[in-house]
Structures are given as C-alpha cells and as structure tokens.
C-alpha cells in the first residue's frame, strides 16, 4: 500500500458516530415524553426523519401493521342480530386451488336429507405449518370470504395445534373491518353494486 | 423481575420485616437468571435467518431481552434458533451442532420451514420439520415470522423457562443425557434410531 | 427460419446475430420446433461451435447453462445462453442427447464459467459433462439415489404430476404427507437397500481428492503437506450456509472448493409441479435480499412466453419496487461486508435502518416485509396506497441521498477498508468475463455490462443513469461500485416518481390460470447481485415442463476459487463477502 495511514478516515467516521451518538439525545430531549409508548412516537421513528434511537420496543409497544399487511388467512363470518353466524365461504375450492404449497383442506356440507352439497364448508383446515402467507387465497377468493389476519403473534409450545380448523380459522367481519377498513368498504361497496344492479334471482326466475 | 413479584414469593413475611428483606424461591432466581441471558447460537439457515438479523439490530433490538450475545460457538450458546428450512444434507450437521451445546439448552423452531417443511415440505431434500430430531421448546409460525413475532416466540421460551424447577430439570440429574444419534448420508437420510424399522420394511409392507 | 410462434415475440433469427447454419453447414441446425428459436448442434462439434462463438463472433460471456429433459420424445437436451458484453441480444443453442447415457462434452475449456452449471445438470439431471476437469455432484450429495429433476423420478411425498392437488376439495380431510410416508418422514430407499449390509461411502472423499488437483510449488526442492481447513456452513462470516474447503500453504492458499447444497430446496422441482402463478410467491424465496427482481425476472420471461404487455403505471411501479430492493440489497451486503472486515456492526446496523424503511414500504404495498408476492404476469398485484407512496418521496428525495453521502463519510476513507480491500481479491476484466461474473462483480472489474442498458427491459431506456465500473477489480472496488449504484437507483426513482403516470396496474382481471402457448423463454434482469434470468419451457399445460433459474449468486461463485488462490485465509471472507451471495439463490 502505498498510500498513508494517517487515521484521518476513522476519525472522519468516528465524527458520523458521534453525530448519530449526539441525535439520540437531541431527539429525545426535543421530544420530551412524546417519542416512545405514543403512537405520535412510533410513527415518527419510522419516518424519513428517524434519527437517533430506532427502536420499537416491542411487546410495550408495536408497529402498527399496514392495512396490507399479511400473516396466515382466516375465515370472515357474518354476525346475525340473533347471534348466530353466517360462513362467507362457500367451499368453492378455488382457495385450495391456488395455493401454492397446496395447504388448505376443504370438506363440503352435505345435505344429510337430501344427499346433495350445500354451500358452506363442513371442514376446513389450514396446515400453517406449511402455509406462505402469499395471500392468494384472499386475492382469488370470489366470495371475500377468506382474509390474512394481522396478528402474528401465534407461538405455540405443541406444533400439533398449527393445523387451524374451522373454530380457530372463524372471525367475524367486525374484526375484518377493524384491521382492513379501506379494503372492507371497497368491497362492500361493490357488493351493494352488484346487488342493486342485478335483480334478486326469485323474482326473474332466473337461476345462476 | 418486577418488584411486585419479589414482594409476593408465596411464604409469609412477617409484618415488621416487610419492605426490608425480600424473599425468593431458588428456582425464581435461578430462572430469573437464565432467562435474562439466553445466548443464541449464531447460525443462520434461510430466509427467516434474515429476520432473525433485524431482530438483533436497532429496530428490535434483541439485547433488551439478553439476548445480544450470539455466539458463534455452540459450546457457549443456550439457544438454537432453527431460522430456516433444514435440508436432509444439513440435518446431520444441525445435530451434531445440538449435541455440543451444554445443558441447558433450548431450540426454537423459526418459521414454517423449521416447525413443520414448510412451503418446501413436498421436496426431496427437506426435511419436515425439526422436531423429527430435536426436541423443540417454542414453534413461531409465518414465512417468515416478523422480527415481532420472533420476539414474541422468544418471550414464549422465556416464560418457559419460568416455569422449570431445579428439583426436576434433566440436568442436574445423575443419569447422563444420551446425545442424539447423527442421522447418516445414504441413498437418502437415514435416522439411526430408525434402522430396524427400514430393515424390516418389507415384512411390514406384507 | 420462419416465425411459426403465435405470439409476436421474436423467435427467429434475430436481428445482429449471426446465422450459425450459414457458417457451419451440416452441424448446426436451426431450432425450428413451434415456439422455440435458436441453433441445435451436433454434440460432437459443440466445442469448435462455441469456440467459433466465442472468437468470431464474440459471445463472451455465457450466461447460462441448463438441462432439460424431454421424457416423451425420450431426449435431454442441454441449453446454452450466451451473451456479448458489448450489449445487444443473446443467442441460444442446444445440443440433444439421449435419455439413457446422455453425453455431452464439456464446455468449461471454452467458457470456464460452466463449470458449476455443468455440475448441477449432471447432478439434477444426470447428464455426464465429458471432459469436465470436476464432474461431482453439487446440490445433492455423493451417493444419493437418481437424478431428482427427471421427469420420472418421484420424490417421497410425490402426490401428483401437477397442481391442484385433488385430495384437497371438496373432500379435503385433512392429513399429514409424514403420516402416509412408512417412515413417518421424508424419506425413500431402494428396494434393496438394507442399512446393516450398506457400507456408506464417504461422500466427502471426491472432495478431497478434487482439491489435490493443484500444482504443488516446492522451490527449494522440500515437499510439504498442505493443510485443510473447512470453512461453514456453521460459520458466521459464510453468509448462510455455505461452505469451502481450503487447502493451505501456511496462511496462503493454494487451492479452494465451494460446496453448496446445504439449502437446496427443490425450487427447480416443486416449480414444474406448480402452476405458472403459483411459482411467484416462490421466487420470493431464492433471493430473499431483494425479492422484488425476482419477481420482475419470473414475471418478464412468462410475460414474454405469453406475449402480454403491462400498463405504463404498472412498469413504472416495477421499476420502483426493483431498484428500492436494490438499495436494501446493497444496505444488507455491504453492512455484512464491512462485519467481515471487522467493523463490527456500526455499518450494519446503520444500513439496516434503512433497508427496513424501504422493507416497510414492501410491507404496506405488497403485504410482506421479506416475501413480497407483488408482481402479477400483466402487472403488479395493486397500486401503492397513498402514504406509502408518500414515504417513497421521502426516501427518495431527502432521506437516502443524505445517508448514502453520510455512509460515504462513514466507511470510504477508512483506512482499515482500505488496506483490506485495494488490491485484495483481484479479478481482472479477462477473468471475470471467462467465470460468467455479473453485476457488481463483473462491473468492478471494468467491465461496463449492465443488463438495464445493454439490453434494456420493461421501461428502463427511459431513464438516465450511470454505470458505475471499477478500476481493479478488488474488494475495495466493489464496495464502492455498490455505494455508487444506490446513488443510481435513487436518481432512477425520482425520475420514476416525476413521470409515473395515473391509470390502471394491471391488464384485464386478475386470473390465476395461465395456459402460456408451447415454446421457450428466457427472461432476465439485472438483479442487485448479477443476471437474473429464469428459463422455461411450456408444453401448453398450466404448469411449465421446465423451469429453471440462472441465479447470478451461484455462477458468480464459480470466479471464487480463482479469485482466492494465492490470498491469506482471513482474506477469504472478506471475498466472498464482496461477491455477496445469497445462499436461498445458490441452492435454490
């Protein structure tokens, strides 16, 4: 090498440690009691004008996940004014076709007078263990009928419990407009469209 | 530990020495004190290993929990985070890795790839989960967990640990730990545990 | 040759490359099966061809090298892409082989940078490279029962030939593949196979034997041993993974082996089960840095087989989304970079606050922080909402130009760097040509190959920007192509922000079943670590009969050995930390 070592690019690097050094205390000073545990806080340590401590100090408090944030699906259910509820989910299928590691199984209602399929799932599983998070399902779904939830925190001592049935997968549309409001009235507002631009089917005869 | 914890061990304290003398079981301050500095082998697998390396940095900042220190060595490290989908050529080495760290140890299982194969599940080459061939403590689901949920799983190991006593942990006691046999390189993995059962297949086809 | 393609794609003798029927009458023959394009060769003359190739016609650099296996017509066929390093577009040729003892000679005497393609094909496919100076098994280990990308070998939880599986609606009872394996694990053995007679061959003695290969240099007339030291894939400065084996002069190195495969997740193979959307979401995974070029790359190739075109916004997001997952790639490898060279962790932790601004724009647009899934054939999966973009702006226009100039402060002038990083790990223009290196590597041997300008794609001939190349080809040289190229991407936003125009995403209604017409495609772009490129080949069905991906990190690393030899042992992380590979990619 050729060149001197005389130390001054450290030290023009130790300057930009010291800055940064220096800005934890700025910042916390300026923002006395307002930058951690508020959301105001949290908002500004993810902004392009974070500086100083980065940290989120999960479980105190959390980064509010983005409305498209995606972990593993659940199932939306309609909630009735006498308490019972109504599936979305139709067990079409289409969401076990698209999967990619192919990890939902669906089991279809048979009528048992009948002996013909009903429109509601009997059984529907989802092996998290292999599920990708892709958000697939909830794309191609006609019905809107399956959603990728916003909770993640799902650790578990025994891995048998991560295959989901139907009771684990259930949550009910509220929850669904809590965490993606913007997605739920872009849907709901198509489905009103869609129901008031179409005449109901007992009235025409029709049959789909 | 929180100071309503210390004050309300379980055991009567009687009235004149309260706020004076704090009482603790062992085991409160043994687990206490585990649980505190549990050091992460430093070993990456996949993708999860990538969270697992933002969990260290400032934005998550795993040292608020002690558990900074990850240790490239396996005889210093308490904790095996299988951060990844573990192949049928790694799983002899994870072994072995699992075999050279001291008691007590902890494995936790990242991912989807390491609780259970994962979206790879159907390959030729992966394993389904680790837990085929350790023993796993705390399964974190999601491709890939979040570093919030990582953290989270890792909280679920501490308050695992919570729970051990000294009285029944296996490590104080005198029959040794047997060591896990290393699964060997053949035409395809071959588990020793396992040998008997392959040799007798076709009887037990028929 | 005449177009007999559907689609408007050109699959005919391309405009600037050379018609090799004209020039070798008799031993090349034009690929005239529907949909596909480029020149068969007889396998006997494949090694005068691709010299002609190479010297005449100046194909330099060869991209990439693959298999396939043509069950029904009872063929393998080895692919060959090469490109010039001037720029312009590639030629393709083929050699065909029967299924039985498929036979081709070797091309790494002409381009040494199919040494480790050529081994994978013989490992995956079983094709035997004669005349290959290393032919062993790269991904799988020595001993291991067939060759899994044949068309006819099944893997232990083989359920179908493609997806959807039908056991899983509408009577989907839930099971467990471990559950109906006899071995309650993933598992297979021969018929014959008996574990107590079965005497295991060390798998890791060709190995050895293959790092003997060197010329031992004993001046002063003493022999002496070499020491062989085996670095990973439990090693924190191997980058994952990965592993090499070195033998050792004292503390110089004499000679050196990567071996890989440790995180070999059959992506090759779960890809030709899988239907052409399902194969997005696992492109995510190869390079799990900067998923977004993956996604760009996959999304490119099928787009081409299918003869769609996206939506101005849609390119213009793609273009975006690619080049922040640039910038975070870059933050990851030279904060790793500068770990290896001892900085411990300052540099790191200060670049990671950045990639994980840009990994929360990923999240609230795509959905994902790592895995992002974005990209759809026609378009992207939806619009950037409102305030992502706005954190987009920010970073683009105020935050990133001011920490780049700040990282600059930090690390350029660092004398440690320095002294570590000029004139260490050398790779000359000549060489870095010969071992296919691309991106970062290939440019800071002064080599200006950018595929963005050499062979533009998607929009990127609108935009002005600088190709940064390096003087040396050392460490030193890289790291600071790497700062430089941040630099570009972030003039190339900016200028996509300002001209991005309102309009749709995405073509048409969103679908989920492809059915691309019969042929060929190869797709790539310049990913953050080199040529990106995937190759398929559709039959007409939903799923692809092959599906391959030419992943830079892997090739890259055939320039490793080389490039370490005659270097001190702690030298060697600081390399192929300046390679910056990921092992998601070089395993695949």
């Given at each position: 090498m050729s060149e001197e070592l005389n130390g001054k690019g450290i030290l023009k690097g130790l300057g930009v440690t010291l800055k940064r050094f220096l800005a934890t205390y700025w910042d916390d000073i300026k923002w006395l009691g307002r930058r951690y545990r508020t959301?105001?806080?949290?908002?500004?340590?993810?902004?392009?004008?974070?500086?100083?401590?980065?940290?989120?100090?999960?479980?105190?408090?959390?980064?509010?996940?983005?409305?498209?944030?995606?972990?593993?699906?659940?199932?939306?259910?309609?909630?009735?004014?006498?308490?019972?509820?109504?599936?979305?989910?139709?067990?079409?299928?289409?969401?076990?076709?698209?999967?990619?590691?192919?990890?939902?199984?669906?089991?279809?209602?048979?009528?048992?007078?009948?002996?013909?399929?009903?429109?509601?799932?009997?059984?529907?599983?989802?092996?998290?263990?292999?599920?990708?998070?892709?958000?697939?399902?909830?794309?191609?779904?006609?019905?809107?009928?399956?959603?990728?939830?916003?909770?993640?925190?799902?650790?578990?001592?025994?891995?048998?419990?991560?295959?989901?049935?139907?009771?684990?997968?259930?949550?009910?549309?509220?929850?669904?407009?809590?965490?993606?409001?913007?997605?739920?009235?872009?849907?709901?507002?198509?489905?009103?469209?869609?129901?008031?631009?179409?005449p109901p089917a007992f009235v025409t005869g029709e049959k789909e | 530990m929180s100071e309503n914890e210390l004050n309300s061990p379980g055991y009567d304290i009687p009235p004149e020495l309260q706020g004076q003398v704090a009482i603790t079981t062992l085991d409160r301050l043994y687990n206490w004190g585990r649980r505190s500095s549990v050091w992460p082998l430093m070993f990456g697998l996949a993708c999860c290993a990538i969270e697992m390396i933002v969990s260290q940095a400032s934005r998550y900042d795993l040292s608020r929990f002690g558990m900074e220190v990850m240790r490239p060595s396996p005889r210093q490290s308490d904790l095996l985070l299988i951060s990844g989908t573990v192949t049928k050529k790694m799983v002899p080495l994870l072994v072995r890795l699992y075999n050279q760290m001291p008691e007590p140890k902890y494995v936790v299982a990242m991912g989807a790839?390491?609780?259970?194969?994962?979206?790879?599940?159907?390959?030729?080459?992966?394993?389904?989960?680790?837990?085929?061939?350790?023993?796993?403590?705390?399964?974190?689901?999601?491709?890939?967990?979040?570093?919030?949920?990582?953290?989270?799983?890792?909280?679920?190991?501490?308050?695992?640990?919570?729970?051990?006593?000294?009285?029944?942990?296996?490590?104080?006691r005198k029959e040794p730990i047997e060591a896990i046999p290393i699964p060997i390189l053949g035409p395809d993995l071959i588990d020793p545990r396992k040998i008997p059962q392959i040799k007798n297949r076709k009887a037990q086809e028929g | 040759m005449t177009t007999a393609a559907p689609h408007d794609v050109p699959h005919t003798v391309q405009a600037g490359t050379p018609d090799l029927a004209?020039?070798?009458?008799?031993?090349?023959?034009?690929?005239?099966?529907?949909?596909?394009?480029?020149?068969?060769?007889?396998?006997?003359?494949?090694?005068?061809?691709?010299?002609?190739?190479?010297?005449?016609?100046?194909?330099?650099?060869?991209?990439?090298?693959?298999?396939?296996?043509?069950?029904?017509?009872?063929?393998?066929?080895?692919?060959?892409?090469?490109?010039?390093?001037?720029?312009?577009?590639?030629?393709?040729?083929?050699?065909?082989?029967?299924?039985?003892?498929?036979?081709?000679?070797?091309?790494?005497?002409?381009?040494?940078?199919?040494?480790?393609?050529?081994?994978?094909?013989?490992?995956?496919?079983?094709?035997?490279?004669?005349?290959?100076?290393?032919?062993?098994?790269?991904?799988?280990?020595?001993?291991?029962?067939?060759?899994?990308?044949?068309?006819?070998?099944?893997?232990?939880?083989?359920?179908?030939?493609?997806?959807?599986?039908?056991?899983?609606?509408?009577?989907?009872?839930?099971?467990?593949?471990?559950?109906?394996?006899?071995?309650?694990?993933?598992?297979?053995?021969?018929?014959?196979?008996?574990?107590?007679?079965?005497?295991?061959?060390?798998?890791?003695?060709?190995?050895?034997?293959?790092?003997?290969?060197?010329?031992?240099?004993?001046?002063?007339?003493?022999?002496?041993?070499?020491?062989?030291?085996?670095?990973?894939?439990?090693?924190?400065?191997?980058?994952?993974?990965?592993?090499?084996?070195?033998?050792?002069?004292?503390?110089?190195?004499?000679?050196?082996?990567?071996?890989?495969?440790?995180?070999?997740?059959?992506?090759?193979?779960?890809?030709?089960?899988?239907?052409?959307?399902?194969?997005?979401?696992?492109?995510?995974?190869?390079?799990?840095?900067?998923?977004?070029?993956?996604?760009?790359?996959?999304?490119?190739?099928?787009?081409?087989?299918?003869?769609?075109?996206?939506?101005?916004?849609?390119?213009?997001?793609?273009?975006?989304?690619?080049?922040?997952?640039?910038?975070?790639?870059?933050?990851?490898?030279?904060?790793?970079?500068?770990?290896?060279?001892?900085?411990?962790?300052?540099?790191?932790?200060y670049l990671l606050e950045e990639r994980d601004l840009i990994l929360d724009v990923f999240e609230a647009t795509a959905g994902s922080r790592m895995m992002v899934n974005y990209f759809r054939f026609g378009g992207v999966a939806r619009d950037i909402p409102e305030d992502a973009l706005e954190k987009i702006k920010g970073l683009a226009f105020e935050r990133l130009p001011r920490i780049l100039d700040e990282m600059d402060r930090l690390m350029s002038e660092n004398e440690i760097l320095r002294a570590r990083g000029i004139g260490q790990g050398v790779l000359t223009a000549e060489d870095a040509i010969r071992y296919s290196a691309t991106g970062p590597l290939l440019r800071g041997s002064g080599v200006p190959y950018d595929i963005r300008r050499a062979d533009p794609y998607s929009i990127y001939d609108r935009f002005e920007f600088d190709i940064p190349v390096g003087k040396n080809g050392d460490i030193y040289d890289r790291y600071i192509i790497r700062l430089e190229e941040m630099r570009q991407s972030v003039r190339i936003i900016q200028q996509a922000l300002k001209q991005m125009p309102e309009g749709p995403v995405m073509v048409g209604k969103p679908q989920y079943q492809f059915r691309p017409p019969v042929g060929e495609s190869y797709g790539r772009v310049e990913g953050p670590k080199g040529e990106?490129?995937?190759?398929?080949?559709?039959?007409?069905?939903?799923?692809?009969?092959?599906?391959?991906?030419?992943?830079?990190?892997?090739?890259?690393?055939?320039?490793?050995?080389?490039?370490?030899?005659?270097?001190?042992?702690?030298?060697?992380?600081?390399?192929?930390?300046?390679?910056d590979i990921v092992l998601g990619e070089v395993d695949r």
């Open positions: 959301a105001e806080g949290i908002s500004h340590r993810s902004s392009k004008d974070a500086r100083g401590i980065f940290t989120i100090q999960y479980p105190e408090e959390k980064l509010p996940p983005p409305e498209e944030f995606r972990f593993v699906p659940f199932l939306v259910y309609e909630e009735k004014e006498d308490g019972s509820r109504e599936i979305r989910c139709t067990s079409c299928g289409i969401c076990s076709k698209v999967c990619p590691p192919q990890c939902i199984w669906i089991v279809r209602t048979v009528d048992p007078a009948t002996g013909r399929p009903r429109p509601e799932p009997a059984e529907f599983y989802i092996d998290i263990d292999i599920c990708m998070n892709c958000g697939f399902c909830a794309e191609f779904c006609p019905f809107d009928a399956i959603k990728m939830d916003h909770d993640y925190e799902l650790a578990v001592y025994d891995r048998r419990q991560n295959v989901y049935g139907l009771e684990k997968l259930l949550k009910p549309v509220s929850y669904y407009a809590q965490i993606r409001p913007l997605n739920n009235a872009r849907e709901e507002e198509a489905r009103r469209i869609k129901a008031s631009t179409r | 790839c390491a609780s259970g194969g994962g979206p790879f599940k159907e390959g030729y080459n992966v394993v389904s989960g680790i837990d085929r061939y350790l023993p796993v403590d705390v399964y974190i689901p999601g491709c890939p967990p979040t570093p919030q949920a990582l953290i989270n799983g890792l909280i679920r190991l501490q308050e695992k640990i919570d729970k051990q006593s000294i009285k029944q942990v296996p490590w104080y | 004209a020039r070798f009458p008799g031993l090349v023959a034009p690929d005239e099966r529907s949909g596909y394009s480029g020149w068969i060769v007889t396998a006997d003359h494949l090694v005068q061809v691709a010299t002609a190739l190479r010297d005449e016609f100046g194909y330099d650099l060869l991209s990439s090298v693959t298999g396939v296996d043509y069950l029904p017509e009872g063929k393998m066929e080895v692919v060959y892409h090469a490109f010039k390093t001037t720029g312009g577009p590639g030629i393709c040729f083929k050699v065909q082989t029967g299924r039985d003892d498929p036979q081709v000679p070797s091309l790494v005497s002409v381009y040494p940078g199919a040494e480790l393609q050529e081994r994978e094909a013989w490992d995956l496919l079983g094709i035997k490279f004669t005349g290959h100076p290393d032919l062993r098994r790269i991904l799988m280990w020595e001993g291991f029962n067939g060759h899994p990308l044949r068309k006819d070998w099944q893997e232990p939880y083989y359920e179908d030939e493609a997806k959807p599986f039908k056991s899983r609606s509408p009577e989907g009872h839930v099971y467990r593949f471990e559950d109906r394996n006899p071995f309650g694990d993933n598992v297979r053995y021969p018929e014959d196979f008996d574990p107590e007679k079965w005497t295991p061959e060390n798998p890791e003695d060709l190995l050895y034997k293959s790092l003997k290969t060197y010329q031992a240099e004993s001046p002063d007339g003493i022999e002496t041993d070499h020491i062989v030291v085996n670095m990973g894939p439990q090693h924190p400065s191997t980058h994952g993974v990965f592993r090499f084996v070195v033998a050792l002069d004292g503390e110089k190195i004499v000679n050196l082996k990567p071996v890989m495969g440790y995180l070999h997740r059959n992506h090759e193979k779960i890809g030709e089960r899988n239907t052409y959307l399902m194969n997005m979401p696992y492109t995510d995974r190869l390079d799990y840095l900067s998923p977004m070029s993956n996604n760009f790359a996959y999304a490119l190739t099928v787009e081409k087989l299918m003869g769609i075109t996206p939506p101005e916004r849609a390119e213009y997001i793609r273009v975006i989304m690619a080049e922040l997952t640039r910038i975070a790639n870059h933050c990851m490898c030279i904060g790793s970079l500068l770990n290896d060279l001892g900085a411990f962790f300052t540099p790191m932790i990106l490129g995937f190759y398929i080949v559709s039959n007409g069905k939903p799923t692809p009969w092959r599906y391959h991906v030419r992943a830079p990190s892997f090739i890259n690393l055939t320039a490793f050995g080389p490039m370490c030899v005659g270097q001190k042992v702690a030298d060697t992380v600081a390399i192929l930390g300046s390679i």
